[in-house]
């Protein structure tokens, strides 16, 4: 079974719209952690949040914003106001206190229209 | 701060032949993971070091793919024989942390391998 679902595979908006990406994931642990990254086309995978699975504040940094709800296993991350640097692959993962794998998800590609 | 360097960025073999990938890790990290990430899919973890001990090497296949990290500072990942179905982009990682993979993980820029 995925550890973690991005169902967005592709995802475009025109510059300056608001866009979310979903993601879904699965775990039996009590502590765990979730994350995202940002992918541009050069391929360096950039860190963006860790989230820990006792912290459901929401948390915004600039123009983006993650929604941690443990209710629906889910961690979206919003852009607000999005810009044609922000087109790249995004990717969420998850991290459990009892293995040592870091479980990704397939990504979701947006890209920004200008 | 330097960040994860990785070389070669590219690399182009013909199958069955030999190849290998280098990995210099922030500075100071303890833990260093390779990741084989095929395009259009998410990266998938090949081994993972904790100092100069490897932690998890469940996903490396074996009978081709071997990691060392002999001082425990910088990596080499090999290929050999190569085969068509590892064409891909090859991702090194590193964390500060000596206890478990919840750490956040920095990337390098990876290498992409194309086997032709």
């Known amino acids: 079974a995925q550890k973690v679902t991005q169902a967005q595979t592709e995802i475009s908006v025109v510059e300056k719209e608001d866009v979310t990406l979903d993601c879904v994931y699965e775990t039996r642990d009590t502590t765990y952690y979730l994350f995202w990254y940002k992918q541009p086309p050069s391929g360096e995978l950039v860190f963006l949040i860790r989230?820990?699975?006792?912290?459901?504040q929401n948390e915004i940094s600039g123009r983006y914003s993650w929604n941690f709800q443990k209710s629906t296993s889910s961690f979206n991350f919003t852009i607000t106001a999005s810009q044609v640097v922000d087109s790249a692959v995004y990717f969420c993962?998850?991290?459990?206190?009892?293995?040592?794998?870091?479980?990704f998800g397939t990504g979701t590609s947006l890209t920004v229209i200008p | 701060e330097a960040g994860v360097a990785q070389s070669p960025r590219y690399k182009i073999i013909e199958k069955r032949q030999s190849v290998a990938f280098w990995c210099n890790p922030i500075s100071g990290h303890a833990t260093l993971y390779w990741y084989q990430q095929i395009l259009g899919q998410g990266p998938k973890l090949l081994i993972q070091?904790?100092?100069?001990?490897?932690?998890?090497d469940s996903q490396l296949p074996k009978d081709r793919f071997s990691a060392e990290r002999l001082k425990g500072v910088d990596s080499t990942l090999k290929i050999q024989p190569a085969k068509l179905e590892d064409s891909a982009v090859y991702l090194c990682?590193?964390?500060?942390?000596?206890?478990?993979?919840?750490?956040?993980?920095?990337f390098g820029p990876g290498t992409r391998l194309t086997v032709l």
């Open positions: 989230r820990n699975s006792f912290d459901e």
């Open positions: 990682a590193s964390s500060t942390s000596v206890a478990s993979s919840t750490d956040t993980q920095y």
């Open positions: 070091f904790q100092n100069n001990g490897v932690v998890d």
């Open positions: 993962a998850l991290s459990e206190e009892s293995g040592n794998q870091f479980y």
